[in-house]
């Protein structure tokens, strides 16, 4: 077959297969443009799962005729900065759409109108784009309530390109793409105010959060995620040079089982990035397991020159000009606001135990006695509906769930310490305190475990990790690309004590060894290492099988459940615990205490 050149509308659709993936790829990009053009309010309706309907209104600049002929042509844009010789710079880009592909994409596949009215403009136009054929713009009114600004509407979605719908999916999955783009962006942008609607409700409602941006970062926050996020959130707010990073990172207790609720932005844009989703999740390496994910809201900032969004078609993927700072800033940043959280475990700790109480209480169990008739009398009653006699001792002779303790009189500081002061231990496993305003329960176990593994830690970091010469060094076979990555990463590697070097442009030569790995699978976790620097740009391999190692040896010297304490040793555990950072969850981020408020206590009972 002979060269040719593909004809126009081929050629758009083509684009539009890169640009508008589903209808949330559409109204990723139409949003993005209204916030480009400096709405302050934005109102997006759909239906049918955004196949049907895409209407996006916006009180931006808005455009005047000419700007809007220019808009619908294939790479005609307004936010590419030019240079100092007037070249299009692609190294300084400060918009979230620059590329001029969204609209004349659009327009291809889909039944596309657009009305706009200037600032300066008295009057508003329009103009029509169906399966890749344009209209003259022509006048038109102008609804919006600003009195300028744009309005997009998109109909019949892939109506050009049918074969795409046979690759969506259900209306209700369409439209929780759309909400969670829309979240996305509405978390990007506090100062703007944003309106999610569908045929049956409204389903986000974020007004504009005014002043500063940290606070109103996390009123948005709240306001979206639920005010459960500001109650188990630390704050991250670090400069390194010209980068600056801010937002939140929830507590290890406040974690979900994907990460889906883990939001990065760079410069305003949101990202799912594989280095910056693999630092966050080496972060958390030491307090969660690994079917468990933090829920963190980061905002990067840095200069434009020093990142590069123009690496993935859908613009989700950058790539930073030190990759290493970047990921180094965050971990230490997240490990930083960790520490700072201290003690505390998530509020919804004491919650869902509360909830767990409510929702297991059962209706008491009744024995009946089968007399041959029906009572009669009041006294043949009660005794017909009599509880059976219970199976057990008098309450008086019943020995006590918790051990009676004596309390010596310096005992009574429990206003002075955040976990209280020691009452009592149940089944020789619970440690209950009484605090200033309520009652802790302690997992003696969970809690010493934690801090044996504090403990192994700070001697790892004061003296360093062990290492152990193998007598014959392991030879490792790996593709070339793989051994690169490893003999880049080998100062890292060596830090934790796995000393390795290239042999051959396809092998690894390991020579030492982490003591704590010795006898271990070092090919597999050699070849771990190389697919995870790979997909997160981080080795956490080593670093994780280290800490799952001092893990375990915490746990076998931890205090065991089932061990009964003394008042003193009780005391003295929980005072451990208040100095220790994130003593507030175990080693796979489980809560190693729950906290009651008195008022807790008091609905249980009906007082409240």
Known sequence: MRIRR????????IAAGEVVERPASAVKELVENAIDAGARNIEIAIAGGGMTLIRIADDGIGMSADELT?????????????????????????????????????GAIARLTITTRAKTANDAVAIAVEGG????????????????????????LFYATPARLKFLKSERAESAAVIEVVKRLALAKADIGFRLSTEERTVLKAAAEPGDLFDGRLRRMSAILGADFAENAMPVDVTRNDI?????????TYSRGTAAQQFLFVNGRPVRDKLLMGAVRGAYSDVLARDRHPIVALFLELPAHEVDVNVHPAKTEVRFRDAALIRGMIVSALKAALHAGGTRASSTVATSTLDRFRSEQRAPSYAYAQPAASPRTFAEAAAFYAPAEPQQRNFIDAPPLARPLEQPANQNGHDRFPLGVARGQLHNTYIVAQTQDGLVIVDQHAAHERLMLDRLQRAIAQKGIERQTLLIPEVVDLDGPSVDRLTSRAKELAELGLILESFGPDTILVREVPALLKGGDIKGLVRDLADEIAEYGDALSLKERLDEICSTMACHSAVRAGRSLTLEEMNALLREMESTPLSGQCNHGRPTYVELKLTDVEKLFGRR
Do not use: C, M, W
């Open 6 to 13: 593909l004809a126009e509308g081929t050629i758009n659709r």
């Open 244 to 252: 600056h990073l801010t937002g939140y990172a929830g507590l290890p």
């Open 70 to 106: 220019l808009a619908v042509e294939r790479h005609a844009t307004s936010k590419l900065p030019r240079d100092g010789k007037g070249a299009d710079d692609l190294t300084s880009i400060a918009t979230l759409g620059f590329r001029g592909e969204a609209l004349p994409s659009i």
């Open 133 to 156: 054929t344009t209209a003259p713009v022509r006048p038109a009114a102008f609804e919006g309530q600003a009195g300028h600004g744009t309005i997009v509407e998109v109909r019949d």
